[in-house]
């Protein structure tokens, strides 16, 4: 009950009614921010559980369009008792990538299972120039990481995200392009012609790109200790949201072309009780299918 209290109480702050600095009064001023040129250096943050054939699409993305602007560190954390996971990260920390260092981070599963718990770790740790929090199931296609280090030179804003991303329908396990990614660890490459254009207009969970020195001062959600606690099963990715908050932004946009996403009717984290996963497959249709025409509207 008192997890539930919190979870509300964050909620109702995460939408401007209560100061953000109550909470966060660490956050550096813009102009205390690195304004960083040349060659810049982007940690990417991704988890994993039971998305294997998802990751396999995004850590194929930096094989197959291999950054030249900027270096980046991949960060995936994952489960070791997620054996389809740590085969495929196996097989990829033997691809050599120029201007790719993967990093794996293995965590007990009821801390991977809170995404804000890893995020924090990767943004208080981080040696990078910026951090781009992200989800498995999104890839860097053609010009994405140097168009987006084009783009990041000398800024300091705490928060950007990409304008567009490429996306499918929601997509079911028996889908060809799923299919694919469950036949071994393998470089693989992607049809996108049945992606379409989506306008994005907040810096949302797979879609935030903090700049380096406000993840090193505040980390990701770090004094909200609901996220940060293990839980038992994947937790609903409330984190994101309070995370803007926290920044004071919702996110600056930049054109950044090449961000694909996979979206999907099944959730990796959906497991157990056969009447609640359906019960919440049914309600994520319901939410897309609600998103999908909020996006055409206002197109």
């Excluded at 705490?158 to 694919?180: G, I, K, R, S, V």
């Excluded at 979206?263 to 994520?284: F, P």
């Amino acid at each position: 009950m008192w997890n539930l209290i919190q979870l509300v109480f964050f909620r109702f702050a995460a939408g401007g009614w209560i100061p953000a600095r109550w909470f966060e009064p660490g956050l550096p001023a813009k102009d205390e921010r690195a304004a960083r040129t040349g060659h810049l250096k982007l940690e990417v943050v991704s988890h994993c559980w039971n998305y294997s054939h998802f990751l396999v699409y995004q850590l194929s993305s930096l094989v197959l369009f291999p950054p030249e602007k900027l270096d980046v560190t991949m960060t995936v954390f994952y489960s070791p008792e997620d054996k389809s996971t740590g085969e495929l990260l196996a097989f990829f920390e033997g691809q050599k990538v120029p201007g790719v260092t993967w990093n794996w981070q293995p965590v007990p599963k009821q801390e991977l299972f809170r995404r804000g718990i890893g995020r924090n770790r990767a943004a208080l740790a981080t040696q990078a120039d910026w951090v781009w929090f992200t989800d498995c199931d999104l890839m860097f296609r053609e010009t994405c990481l140097d168009t987006l280090a084009d783009a990041l030179q000398g800024r300091r804003d705490a928060l950007l995200f990409p304008e567009q991303e490429h996306t499918t329908d929601l997509l079911t396990e028996d889908n060809p392009m799923l299919q694919a990614g469950t036949s071994g660890p393998q470089v693989l490459d992607i049809d996108t012609s049945s992606f379409t254009t989506r306008h994005i207009t907040k810096a949302t969970g797979p879609l935030q790109i903090a700049h380096g020195d406000v993840c090193r001062a505040v980390g990701y959600c770090r004094n909200i200790g609901l996220y940060q606690q293990p839980v038992e099963s994947f937790a609903k990715c409330h984190e994101d949201r309070a995370f803007r908050w926290l920044l004071r932004s919702q996110g600056e946009p930049l054109q950044v072309p090449g961000v694909y996403r996979i979206r999907h009717v099944a959730k990796g984290r959906y497991s157990g009780n056969d009447t609640r996963s359906r019960l919440r497959t049914w309600l994520r249709v319901l939410q897309s299918r609600r998103r999908d025409r909020k996006q055409e509207e206002s197109s």
